[in-house]
């Protein structure tokens, strides 16, 4: 009868089956050739609702022999979350206030279409259309001059003005008002040939203009472009 016993014990230890070290049963333990004291450890620690999740910290708790590491360990199961942990999501704080990066503004006459098309709203037809405008005046003069472009929203060009300027400004040979015919002031920007000989009528009839307000007085003057077109103009002599 004892002879049997030996013959089932020593068989079930010569066929072993991977299995999560936690669990070990006092005669699981005893199978497996471990001690009264080193499996009461392991029980102690289980008592408390903890678990090993390495064959470093089971021996660690136990104090089994290396030798029995080396003989046991390679069967040891741990649940996947231990032996193929998933990877820690970083913690996205949304209140945490964004870093702002400064934007450093490029003169808009030597932009690129796709320097135009990195602000949003500008895609390849308005920024052609913002050069095209740019190489009719020969460049522009102040910044302003966007929101005059046709189908460009105001809020796309509050976002022009954030990362465009006027750095280098065209030269511009002002014109004296009070002195040029109106063939010449109808090449202006924004002047036409009627706007033009409005002008030269209300100074042949009130006299010469002093400053740029002179011209708000011109019935149909686009007030709205004085500040650009008098940056063309010349009021005194």
Not at 22 to 28: A, L, V
Request: aromatic share 14%; charged share 25%.
């Amino acid at each position: 009868m004892i002879d049997s016993i030996r013959a089932i014990t020593q068989s079930t230890r010569d066929t072993i089956y991977p299995f999560n070290p936690n669990f070990i049963t006092d005669y699981r333990g005893f199978i497996l050739g471990m001690s009264t004291a080193e499996i009461d450890r392991l029980l102690v620690f289980r008592k408390e609702n903890k678990y090993d999740n390495s064959a470093k910290e089971f021996q660690r708790i136990t104090l089994v022999s290396d030798e029995w590491i080396a003989q046991y360990s390679p069967y040891f199961k741990f649940p996947d979350w231990v032996t193929n942990p998933k990877p820690k999501q970083e913690y996205i704080d949304y209140n945490k206030p964004k870093e702002v990066v400064p934007i450093v503004p490029i003169c808009i006459n030597s932009a690129t279409q796709d320097d135009l098309q990195k602000v949003r709203g500008i895609g390849p037809y308005y920024s052609e259309r913002i050069i095209k405008e740019r190489e009719k005046y020969g460049g522009f003069v102040s910044i302003q001059q966007l929101k005059f472009i046709y189908g460009i929203s105001e809020e796309v060009v509050n976002e022009l003005y954030r990362y465009f300027k006027v750095i280098n400004a065209p030269s511009v040979v002002q014109l004296n008002v009070n002195e040029a015919s109106i063939n010449q002031l109808k090449e202006i920007p924004y002047m036409n040939y009627y706007i033009a000989r409005e002008v030269v009528k209300h100074r042949s009839m009130n006299g010469d203009f002093v400053n740029k307000e002179g011209l708000l007085q011109i019935e149909k003057f686009p007030i709205d472009k004085i500040d650009i077109i008098s940056l063309y103009l010349r009021f005194t002599n």
